[in-house]
């Protein structure tokens, strides 16, 4: 199936849906949707995402970044929407990670580690994700999670999505990298690389750039792998973590599978 939507102002819209399980009733399609920030779609994206009917949409963006880009709605919009006005607590925010780093590919691959290493544990996420959770569980049409770019954490909590229904490792990593879509880089590259020069007043490589701009799989193994160190295993983060309860996993699988 083709999972990548193009919209004309909404970046890296994709279906997560679709994929076999481990119980063989596969995950529903069209029922699972994720992408960037909304606040540039167009009058077309916004009838396109009315026509999607959603119900839920979960904005995982930090308060500043919800004022500084305010998602676009369509008219006669009704949609429940679960955001959080709590700062998440990172040992290095990224303009003061921007200030002292040498911008190369490296600097900026450990502090993505740092971040995935965190984020599972970080009060804000825990607080989102068991939100998503319950109201994915009870939601009747199809669902929305975005944040900025809709690469990291959109990406980890897709990717607890497609754990939680039975969706096989390869698959999950594989839906995780397809933000790494040339185009998009392409696309998304000048305008990143000329924030970076706003807020440093240096210019990455192209290289380092893109790398900025994409994921990795080690990205998404590091916060599995906290997860697995904190609670034994990426099931003990989703029950004791994030308070999934037999009977709430139970309606979140006839919610999400065939």
């Known amino acids: 199936m083709t999972r990548h939507i193009a919209f004309e102002g909404i ?41 999607l009917g959603l119900s839920l949409i979960v904005d995982l963006r930090r308060p500043n970044e919800r004022e500084r880009d305010p998602s676009r709605r369509w008219a006669g919009f009704g949609a429940t929407v679960i955001d959080s006005d709590a700062e998440q607590e990172r040992t290095v925010e990224w303009m003061e990670f921007l200030r002292d780093s040498d911008l190369s590919i490296e600097a900026f691959r450990r502090y993505m580690l740092n971040y995935y290493r965190a984020a599972p544990t970080d009060p804000r996420y825990v607080d989102l994700y068991s939100r998503y959770f319950l109201a994915l569980a009870e939601s009747d049409g199809p669902v929305l999670v975005h944040c900025a770019a809709g690469k990291d954490r959109t990406g980890v909590i897709c990717a607890l999505t497609h754990h939680l229904a039975g969706v096989h490792d390869d698959d999950i990593m594989a839906d995780y990298l397809l933000t790494n879509d040339p185009a998009r880089i392409a696309a998304r590259s000048e305008t990143v690389g000329g924030l970076i020069f706003e807020a440093t007043g240096r210019r990455p490589t192209e ?3 893109a790398y900025a701009i994409s994921v990795d799989a080690e990205f998404l193994a590091e916060s599995f792998a906290a997860m697995r160190e904190r609670f034994g295993s990426v099931d003990g983060y989703l029950d004791a973590g994030l308070g999934l309860t037999p009977a709430l996993r139970e309606r979140l699988h006839e919610r999400l599978l065939g």
Request: glycine letters at 16%; aromatic letters at 10%.
């Open 11 to 51: 970046e890296n819209f994709r279906d997560f849906g679709g994929y076999g399980t481990a119980c063989g009733r596969g995950l529903k399609a069209g029922r699972l949707y994720r992408s960037g920030h909304h606040a540039r779609a167009s009058e077309a994206d916004l009838a396109r995402l009315k026509d």
């Open 207 to 209: 290289a380092a750039v």
